[in-house]
Nanobody, 123 residues
Framework: QVQLVESGGGLVQAGGSLRLSCAAS????????MAWFRQAPGKERDFVAH????????VYADSVKGRFTISRDNARNTVYLQMNSLKPEDSAVYSC????????????????WGRGTRVTVTS
């Protein structure tokens, strides 16, 4: 019932910053917990960050703690991922996901997915 569209990916040098956006359809966006996952070529999909329905609680993968920040603007039906101090190992297709009460880090628990936006970090 929810459509998600990511944007903001691109090419960036190591140490740089990028902000991803995920725009959601519907009028009940605030009822969904949101998360970001990423998948590099030939790799499994990895958890990146999660934010609760209210935005008051966040969870991050250890690999991005202190560098990435997830946030949401329920009035705009949008979730963001601010990525700072980017490393080449951050290169991947980043996808946002939504669910009413998904376990934060499990991709199988999320029912709605965007198609992803590619992030490439050069050294």
């Amino acid at each position: 019932q929810v459509q998600l569209v990511e944007s903001g990916g691109g090419l960036v040098q190591a140490g740089g910053s990028l902000r991803l956006s995920c725009a959601a359809s519907g009028r009940t966006f605030s009822n969904y917990a949101m998360a970001w996952f990423r998948q590099a070529p030939g790799k499994e999909r990895d958890f990146v960050a999660h934010i609760s329905r209210s935005g008051g609680n966040t969870v991050y993968a250890d690999s991005v703690k202190g560098r990435f920040t997830i946030s949401r603007d329920n009035a705009r039906n949008t979730v963001y991922l601010q990525m700072n101090s980017l490393k080449p190992e951050d290169s991947a297709v980043y996808s946002c996901a939504a669910d009413f009460m998904a376990p934060p880090t499990d991709p199988n628990a999320y029912d709605y997915w965007g198609r992803g936006t590619r992030v490439t970090v050069t050294s």
